[in-house]
């Protein structure tokens, strides 16, 4: 199995890059943090690597942020399609849990 990795990048022109790769699992923690006073953080954590996700002001949600926000759930959405259709082609043994999401 696969783990999740970071690589950061250093430049002596600019700010250091980072690429996070995630390789989910049953025991990856998602979750939606709500509060009263501040805007949503989308929290996912796999073994070493945390992503956080939020708007960049958190005075105030702005149209923009919404945008984004249905920008990744449309990225989620044709991720979650994209696994259907390859586990549809897979042997039915494979499913185990992913059967109780569609209700089978």
Known sequence: MITSDVYVRFSPDGPAGVDAGLHLSS????????YPDNPPILSVRDR??????TV???????????????????????????????MAAQDPADEGEAARWRGG
Request: aromatic share 6%; charged share 30%.
């Open 56 to 86: 960049p002001d958190s005075a105030r949600v702005r149209s923009e942020d919404l945008d984004t926000a249905r920008r990744l759930a449309d990225a989620a959405t044709a991720y979650i399609a994209e696994l259907e259709h390859r």
């Open 27 to 34: 025991s990856s923690f998602i979750y939606c943090h709500t």
């Open 48 to 53: 070493h690597v945390s992503v956080r996700v």
